[in-house]
């Protein structure tokens, strides 16, 4: 009996629902090992139903459409360096066999990023989806749903049957482009559909941009409005990641059809040339952190927020540097709060001096000097947690642990401390340490645009900072090895098409 044959499933609508997703940034000094990923096997993953999360979706889905969902393993981590090439091959190890113990199945979903690099693999993505296909065959239906920030293939679309990435950023749509992605299975299934897909690259860089308003809720528009034509199954257009030194990058619109390959190719080099067209509009203005504190003064209202764009745990940074905070403290701003700066060894310290206390710590720096200097700091403790919060907008519902945090006081202004890298999503770590947002003059944070979820409804207004650190918005710092073809901007000789 062939690999094909025992995959074909009973009656009983059988979906395996697994994942592999990481952010690469190739510029992290470190290799990202087994420990750092967070691993959903069983009844864990089960748990995600509820969550506004893509596995939360694809369950959902499978729950609305009588399916019976099968789970095998999911992993992810935080944004960070290339990932250990003994790590990754243990993980699609078990995602092989876990889908070939639990055959028959009817079709697979793949919760997956886009970004993610392997030590002596450049596309973790593609290699992964080619080795499930290879072992299912070619009739079993496998769909995708993806981060915006993914660097895909035609290599990699043409393995899938679906490739869904979230349409925005803040990526609040997670959850129902996997339930899309689930639903083209059943399509698959019931209504015979032969989904077809074809990837415009489009070179450019594009820095991290916001589909809430401005040119990316524009261009985004105007991907919405193509994916309406009768026929389109799908429109996804991937930013590109362009902290990672890869051949594969650039910004890339994936259309699928339902069976009509030159549909699907016209409507992609289309929007294509349109992205193209508009490159200009992207080019980001970048701000000092005292001139993004000036701007955000001459405001003259409460609750306007910073974000430090070129910190963000997010795409890979460390999340302790200290050129915003330094220069916050500097201007002597009260009713400023900062929430939150990584160091686990202050917030630990805290703790064990108590609610209360005044003590002297060396904040921040700890991971280079590029993110600035560490800061001797006589701070009194206000407010202590244990850093388990629930998320409030973004991937609303899901866990998120920041370990011991802490809540100093220097000078009026309000320091928030956490333990575990992650990005400022939402109020939840101001609250969990007693703070009201709406007090405060200055909000100051870490975070490229995901925060724009949880403060939406907060932010008089908001001031991006660019100061020196691993997401920066001037990406021509960055070196080049490994790219295909000249890009945008910074390539005077790029061009569309490739």
Not at 17 to 33: L, M, V
Not at 114 to 129: K, Q, W
Not at 267 to 294: H, T, V
Not at 333 to 345: M, N, P, R, T, Y
Request: aromatic content about 6%; glycine content about 10%; overall charge negative.
């Amino acid at each position: 009996m062939g690999s094909e044959a025992i995959f074909m499933s009973k009656p009983k609508r059988r979906i395996a629902i697994a994942g592999f997703s990481h952010e690469t940034n190739t510029y992290c000094r470190d290799e990202t090992c087994r420990e750092a990923f967070h691993q959903l096997r069983g009844a864990r993953l089960m748990r995600a139903l509820g969550q506004e999360t893509s596995l939360g979706g694809a369950l959902a889905a499978c729950d609305d459409l009588g399916y019976q969902a099968v789970p095998i393993l999911a992993v992810t981590a935080q944004p960070s360096g290339t990932i250990n090439h003994e790590t990754y091959q243990e993980f699609k190890s078990e995602i092989l066999g876990g889908l070939l113990e639990n055959a028959p199945l009817d079709g697979i979903y793949l919760d997956l990023h886009g970004a993610g690099v392997v030590n002596g693999i450049d596309d973790l993505e593609g290699d992964l989806v080619a080795a499930i296909r290879n072992l299912v065959g070619n009739d079993l239906p496998i769909t995708a749903s993806f981060d915006l920030h993914g660097n895909i293939t035609q290599q990699m679309a043409d393995v899938l049957d679906g490739t869904f990435a979230c349409h925005q950023y803040p990526h609040i749509d997670m959850h129902l482009r996997a339930e899309e992605a689930v639903r083209l299975i059943g399509g698959m299934l019931d209504d015979d559909i032969q989904p077809v897909t074809y990837v415009a690259t489009v070179p450019m860089l594009i820095p991290t941009t916001t589909t809430f308003g401005g040119i990316g809720e524009q261009v985004l528009s105007e991907m919405l409005t193509a994916e309406s034509e009768q026929g389109v199954i799908d429109v996804s257009w991937f930013h590109g990641f362009p902290y990672t030194d890869i051949a594969h990058i650039g910004s890339c619109i994936a259309v699928t059809t339902e069976s009509d390959s030159l549909q699907a190719e016209r409507i992609a080099c289309q929007l294509a040339l349109m992205l193209w067209q508009r490159r200009e509009d992207f080019r980001p203005l970048s701000l000092s952190a005292e001139q993004a504190i000036a701007e955000a003064l001459a405001y003259n209202e409460h609750a306007v927020v910073i974000n430090e764009t070129s910190d963000n745990c997010g795409g890979g940074a460390p999340g302790d540097g200290t050129h915003l905070l330094s220069a916050l403290l500097k201007a002597g701003l009260e009713k400023s709060c900062f929430g939150f700066i990584v160091d686990a060894q202050v917030a630990a310290q805290a703790h064990a001096a108590g609610v209360g206390s005044t003590i002297n710590v060396s904040l921040g720096g700890r991971y280079d000097e590029l993110h600035g200097r560490p800061l001797e700091l006589a701070v009194y403790v206000k407010a202590l947690h244990d850093g388990r919060l629930t998320m409030l907008a973004m991937a609303k519902g899901s866990p998120l642990n920041l370990g011991k945090m802490a809540r100093l006081e220097v000078a009026g202004v309000d320091i928030i401390v956490a333990s575990n890298r992650s990005q400022t999503f939402d109020i939840g770590p101001f609250a969990a340490l007693d703070i009201d947002v709406n007090d405060y003059r200055i909000i100051a944070l870490k975070s490229s645009n995901h925060f724009r979820a949880g403060f939406k409804d907060v932010a008089t207004h908001i001031v991006t900072a660019d100061t020196p650190g691993l997401t920066t918005h001037q990406i021509q710092v960055f070196p080049r090895r490994n790219k295909a073809y000249p890009l945008w901007p910074l390539d005077e000789e790029a061009r569309y098409p490739i």
